[in-house]
Structure formats: C-alpha cells, structure tokens
C-alpha cells in the first residue's frame, strides 16, 4: 500500500464535519489531516475540539482564509477538501490547482458558468484533478436504477419525470442561512438539484442538451406571510419572543453543534444562522419546474418544492421496453443539527419494474444505513479508502460536476429571460 496521502480542508462549516471525522474515525491507514482553514477561529477551534473527542488527535494547524497559499507551502498537501461557501469554491480549487494540489469539491463544484470555466480552464493549465463528492449516486436505490437501466431491463430511456420534496424543517432551512441568498449558492437549481440533475446523468449515461425553467418565491419570505395573515415577525429565532411559537425557528441554544460552530461564533464574523424563513432579502426560489432535452435526445420534467410535509422524491423513467417507478421517503433533518447519520436517511424505498408486456415487479434492495440514502458511507471508503473496481462508475469527474451545475445555471438564466437555454452557449470544455 502507499503512503497515507496528506489533506487539509477550508471551510469548517455544518457540512465539513462529515469529512474530517471521518478521515481520523475511519481511514487512519489511508489518510492524513493536517490543517484547517476558514474565515472564523472559533469554528476551526471546535473542528479540533471534534477531532480531539471523535480521534483523540491533538490540535492540528489552522489557517485564515487570508493564509491559504501559506497553508499549502506550509503543510504541502497532496489534496484540498473544499467545503466552504459556495461561491468560493471556485477560488480555492483554483489556487489549489496552481499549487499543485488535487482536490475534493462538495457539491455544487461552484455557482455560476463564468466561476465554473475558471475551473475548467485551471484543470487544462495544470494537469491536476477535481473530484465532486455526489453521495447520492451510491445510495443502493439509485445504484439500482443505473443497474437496472444498464442491464436494459426497460431498453433505451426516452423521458423521465422527477419530483423532488423539501420539507418544511430541511426545505425551511434553506432560507434561514447564507443559501437565501442567490449570490451565495445560485440558488436551490444549482445548490440543492445538483444532485438531482447529476443522478439522471449517471442514470442515462447522458449530458443535458437544452434547459427552460420556470420558478418563483411562492411560500416563503414576508411578503408572502403576510398575504397568508402572518403578523408576528421577528429577523431571528435567538432572543426573539416572537420565534418562541413559531414551527420555523431554528433554536441554535439547544444544540451543541449549532452554539459551537455558529452561535459562539459569530463573534467573528457576523454570520446569523437562524434567520427567520418569513424575512426580506430572500432572492431565491422555493417553487420550481424545469425541462432539459438531452444529447441522447431523453426529455426531463423536474419539480422541486421547499415546503412540503414530507421529505422524498418520486421518479418515473420511461423506456422502449417498458417503466420504471421509484419513490423513496427521507427522514428529515437541518444541516449540523444533529446525528449527521440522518441526513436524508431512508425511511422507506420502493422500486417497481413495469415490463411492456409482462406483469410488473417490485425490486429486491438491500437496506443501507447512513446519510443520503446510505450513499454517504460508500462514497467516504471511495474517497478515502483504497480504490477498487466499481462497475457502475460512480466516481464524479469535474465533467460531471460542471454537467450537473450546468443544468441548474442553465435553468435560472431561463427563469430570467423566460428563453431556453443551451448548455454548449455556456461553457468551452
């Protein structure tokens, strides 16, 4: 075997804990964490305080994100995890490339084309490697379906229609942090459907083509509670008597996590984890449709609502042979709230096979536990454990980051111009 291989992470947000533990719980053999780096102190000083319970490691180097060329000449990383605000992404995977580092990108890989071909054209100039950490391709039951269309159990796959629901505790939590904010996250087509768009890329073995959307803020923010009779407001849930009663507030006191790594420090930086969902300044959508024609020439019908009462996703595909039906029920969670194990972890999965011209039949799958489906603890020994043979490719390139990306920029420039989009106008690989 070769030597464990050196990582440092920038970010140290709700999201990066489910990295670092890792690497110092599970893959002590394989993989080394030497620095973290982030806007704010006291959020790098509880990551240690994590490593120091979950691995009895001591205290490991940390940097401001002023000092990242530092960091990397100082700990000469063989790879960058980037887990930061989405907006930044694109910077630190670039100089981390020019650094000479390879890199490990939570998704989205960045927010917009102009960020998303600064990155394509630093992989050209550098040689080096970008990898976008897509867990839902190895939940089992989306495994399944690329099994299953791969195995050409319903032939080739002429259209697919996908309902994803955000409920009203994670959909909720969208808008009471920085992704509310367009700029920050590109809103909930690139932040949040990234993963969606990606999933029919990996299911079809297939690129998008051409993207028209239509979307809109229909439930949250405070013009729309005020139309529905809300009169009791309040800009956040900490110290508010108004929040007291309100199903929406985030109460941050109440959890260990959330007072360290947000509520202690905001000291620092300022930033206020518990807005109230009904505020102003809310620039992104919580009601969207979109439609892609891809290269194969498949056709996708998407919709994605943030304040549903429950937590899943139904999806349809439609092929020369026959159907497929999947609907899975997620338990629901709020990032950095709790057992990190439970994010979009399965209540209850379905998959049912209609031949065109035999009797239907539920698929046999295997019960995964973890986050995201069971995908999060495959897609981690992936990562960080040693490689091995994968059939279904699973593994997401910097092609697949910018195609899943794609699909959602291409869809809020189509919200903007009411035109469709397409994807070769965007960007030149």
């Known amino acids: ?45 509880y990551a240690n305080k994590v490593l120091q319970e979950q691995g009895n490691i001591p205290p490991i180097a940390t ?13 000469k990383p063989d790879v960058v995890i980037v887990t930061s605000i989405d907006r930044t992404h694109n910077e630190y995977i ?17 927010i917009d084309e102009v960020k998303c071909q600064e990155i394509l054209d630093a992989i050209k100039k550098t040689g080096r490697q970008l990898r976008v950490t897509f867990n839902y391709r190895y939940a089992p039951h989306n495994t399944k379906i690329r099994e299953l269309i791969m195995d050409d159990v319903i032939g080739d796959v002429f259209s697919v229609h996908f309902e994803w629901l955000l409920n009203t505790e994670h959909g909720a939590d969208y808008f009471r942090r920085w992704h509310r904010d367009k700029k920050n996250s590109g809103g909930l087509l690139v932040h949040k459907s990234t993963h969606h768009f990606d999933l029919v890329n990996f299911w079809l073995g297939t690129q998008p083509k051409t993207v028209y959307a239509l979307g809109d803020l229909m439930f949250y923010g405070r013009a729309n509670a005020e139309k529905r009779g809300v009169t009791k407001f309040y800009n956040r849930a900490y110290g508010s008597e108004n929040a007291k009663g309100d199903p929406f507030a985030l109460h941050m006191e109440d959890s260990e996590t959330m007072k360290g790594i947000y509520l202690d420090a905001e ?26 024609k891809y290269k194969n020439n498949a056709i996708l ?108 920029i291409a869809a809020n420039k189509s919200m903007a111009t009411q035109l469709p989009v397409h994807i070769d106008k965007l960007v030149q690989f």
């Open 63 to 75: 940097y401001k994100f002023n000092e990242f060329d530092k960091m990397i000449a100082e700990q």
């Open 301 to 408: 019908s998407y919709s994605l609502n943030a304040y549903m009462p429950y937590e899943g996703f139904k999806v349809a595909l439609n092929g020369s042979k026959g159907r497929i039906e999947m609907e899975v029920i997620e338990s629901s969670y709020v990032n950095a709230g709790g057992d990190k194990a439970l994010e979009g972890a399965v209540k209850g999965t379905t998959i049912t096979v209609y031949p065109m011209f035999d009797a239907p039949y539920k698929v046999a799958l295997d019960q995964a536990k973890g986050g995201h489906g069971g995908g999060d603890p495959v897609l981690l020994r992936d990562i960080f454990g040693e490689l091995q043979y994968d059939r279904f490719n699973r593994a997401a390139s910097h092609v697949d980051g910018a195609m899943s990306i794609l699909t959602g």
């Open 267 to 292: 000291k620092e930086d300022g930033y206020i984890r518990d807005q109230s969902v009904f505020g102003d300044g809310i620039s992104i959508e919580d009601v969207m449709g979109v439609l892609v």
């Open 94 to 110: 670039v100089r981390a490339m020019e650094l000479g580092c390879d890199v490990i990108s939570e998704k989205p890989m960045t």
């Open 1 to 45: 075997m070769k030597g464990k291989k050196r990582y440092v992470q920038v970010g140290v947000g709700g999201r990066a804990r489910f990295f670092y533990e890792a690497i110092v719980k599970d893959f002590k053999q394989t993989a080394e964490l030497t620095a973290f780096c982030d806007v704010n102190q006291t959020r790098m000083d």
